[in-house]
């Protein structure tokens, strides 16, 4: 997706979610979700850049900025944000993994102009 297509409205919903970038809260309809920052670091990673492919070593360098940190971190945060988001529950599906490579957020995202 090129940069100009790239949701820039603070406010981004998918599916029953609304996440509120600048306030750092994942709301689930009006209740904010309990997400540790690192998760919620991916999920932003994530949902800017949905339908692409997010490697592992962008998604490193932005949630774990100049430290060194071995995949399975990674792996434990992504595993953490899928949990909240009910993801694979109900046929929900919003984080998938591509192998070697790294993550991609699968679920539309529409931006939120309030």
Do not use: C
Request: proline share 7%; no cysteine.
């Amino acid at each position: 997706m090129a940069d100009a297509a790239r949701p820039t409205a603070q406010i981004l919903a998918f599916g029953p979610f609304r996440l509120l970038r600048a306030q750092r809260v994942l709301l689930e309809g009006d209740t904010p979700l309990r997400l540790g920052s690192r998760a919620l670091d991916i999920l932003i990673a994530l949902v800017e850049r949905p339908g692409e492919v997010v490697s592992k070593e962008d998604l490193f360098a932005r949630v774990w900025p100049s430290t060194f940190v071995v995949e399975a971190n990674l792996k434990v945060h992504v595993g953490a944000l899928r949990k909240a988001l009910g993801d694979g529950q109900s046929g929900a599906r919003y984080v998938t993994n591509v192998p070697g490579r790294g993550y991609r957020f699968v679920a539309p995202v529409t931006p939120v102009h309030e």
